[in-house]
């Protein structure tokens, strides 16, 4: 079977899908800033399993007015911080049910991520994450960073988030993990497999 490869910056260009399910194929170089402009469109990326690289784009987080449910992007070569603006889709405000960015190379969480990864919405394991439990050895993670990279933007990159409202409550889906209020009907790739 043949597998898409080349830049994902061709493919995000102009998105107008409900989904873009690219898993499992030879995709390569950073996920494009331009992907929020796919805002009014775009419900599920599914990413993993790709050759993907870079820092994550903080307009990820501008994904807020769709219906995101599952933004897995595990297996890849990514690596900086987890921008915070892409944690507040999954918040109290958001409509990410599930956030998988395992098998990655991420250094660093903001707090909305931190809340995250306790409530088990977010998985980031096999990263290079200090502190965290379950992660890559120091040494994998030293020579992979050792490796010539392009350098992240600020974590404080500003990106229009909602605020949560003071009512918000978030329903527990199967196997603990926080359901989107409004959105239990989606299909998301994680319980394709329960």
């Known amino acids: 079977m043949d597998r898409i490869g080349g830049a994902l910056t061709y493919v995000v260009r102009k998105i107008t899908l409900p ?10 170089g950073p996920i494009p800033q331009s992907i929020g402009q ?10 993993l399993n790709n050759q993907l690289s870079g ?5 990820l987080g501008m994904l807020t007015k769709t219906a995101v449910i599952d933004l897995n992007l595990g297996g890849n070569h990514l690596y900086g911080q987890v921008p915070d603006a892409l944690c507040k889709l999954a918040g109290p405000s958001g409509r990410l049910a599930n956030l998988t960015l395992s098998s990655n190379y991420f250094t660093s969480v903001g707090p909305a991520c931190s809340a995250l990864i306790k409530d088990g919405v977010l998985d980031v394991k096999k990263n ?17 960073m050792s490796q010539p990279k392009t350098s992240c933007p600020a974590a404080s990159a500003p990106v229009s988030c909602p ?10 889906a199967p196997e603990g ?11 998301t790739y994680a319980t394709l497999h329960e």
Do not use: W
Request: glycine share 4%; hydrophobic share 45%.
């Open 163 to 172: 605020a949560a409202p003071a009512d918000a409550k978030t329903k527990m």
């Open 19 to 28: 989904g873009l399910a690219l898993a499992n194929n030879k995709l390569t």
């Open 177 to 187: 993990r926080a359901a989107a209020k409004g959105y239990s009907s989606y299909v």
């Open 38 to 47: 796919a805002k009014d469109s775009l419900l599920e990326l599914l990413l």
């Open 128 to 144: 290079c994450i200090p502190g965290l439990a379950n992660q890559r050895a120091p040494a994998e993670c030293a020579s992979f």
């Open 55 to 59: 820092c994550l784009p903080h307009e």
